[in-house]
Nanobody
Framework: VQLQASGGGLVQAGGSLRLSCAAS????MGWFRQAPGKEREIVAA????????DYSDSVKGRFTISRESARNTVDLQMNSLKPEDTAIYYC???????????????????WGQGTLVTVSS
């Protein structure tokens, strides 16, 4: 399983960014982030059939995870960005035998490289 994350960058507070994770297949997937000095945390997750999604409380209502089947990507649309959203963002995939959402790092078997999101105040 290969994952390739892209779309990070520098944006002002209140702005938007769209992250994309290209996958070599269809999996239940998640986006995590790790801010400086903090542990990695789940941001959003999507089930394998895209029927279920979930978000951390800190991003609920601002971020949207979606699957673009034509491009075989899982995207994270981030709106109303705040300085505290600054982090390295990672996409991750669960093993193919798992269909549902994963909320913990240990539930994910494959990880992409991180992409840096910096939100200036």
């Amino acid at each position: 399983v290969q994952l390739q994350a892209s779309g990070g960058g520098l944006v002002q507070a209140g702005g938007s960014l769209r992250l994309s994770c290209a996958a070599s297949g269809r999996y239940a997937m998640g986006w995590f982030r790790q801010a400086p000095g903090k542990e990695r945390e789940i941001v959003a997750a999507i089930s394998r059939n895209s029927g279920n999604t979930d978000y951390s409380d800190s991003v609920k209502g601002r971020f949207t995870i979606s699957r673009e089947s034509a491009r075989n990507t899982v995207d994270l649309q981030m709106n109303s960005l705040k300085p505290e959203d600054t982090a390295i963002y990672y996409c991750a995939a669960r093993s193919g035998r798992f269909l549902g959402l994963g909320h913990r790092e240990y539930e994910y078997d494959y990880w992409g490289q991180g992409t840096l999101v910096t939100v200036s105040s």
